[in-house]
């Protein structure tokens, strides 16, 4: 099985007309992104919790979580985002795919559209 890589622009909520381009590996089996805390620093972005993760070797370690604009093509969303140290692999995790409004193709590895349902009560006809 291949290895999905996309360049995604990464900014600020509060100022989204400054982005930079990452290139992450695309994880659907993660819950979050992963981006160098130095870049997301950078952009102004700031910590506002800590998350805990398990490693393979059952080690815990400890990352600070952000929240970020990402933006693909003409596709924008905003997701919690992990501040990456040296070492940790950038990823594009479900959080950030969903809100940009795709998925990944698992065979094919190819994104698509996520469809979207909104669940309303129809106006009843006048």
């Known amino acids: 099985m291949g290895l999905t890589y996309l360049d995604v622009e990464v900014g600020n909520p509060a100022n989204p007309d400054v982005t930079r381009t990452v290139r992450f590996l695309v994880d659907s089996g993660a819950i979050y992104s992963v981006v ?19 490693l393979a070797n059952g080690e815990q370690i400890v990352r600070p979580k952000g929240i970020a604009l990402f933006r693909y093509g003409d596709r924008v969303g905003g997701a919690d985002v992990i501040f990456g140290q040296e070492g940790d692999s950038l990823l594009l995790g479900a959080f950030t795919l969903e809100a940009l409004g795709l998925s990944l193709d698992p065979l094919r590895r190819e994104l698509r559209p996520l469809p979207m349902i909104l669940a309303s009560n ?4 006048t």
């Open 122 to 125: 129809p106006r009843p006809a």
């Open 36 to 54: 160098p805390a130095t870049l997301l620093t950078e952009l102004g972005i700031r910590p506002v919790s800590d998350e805990t993760f398990t």
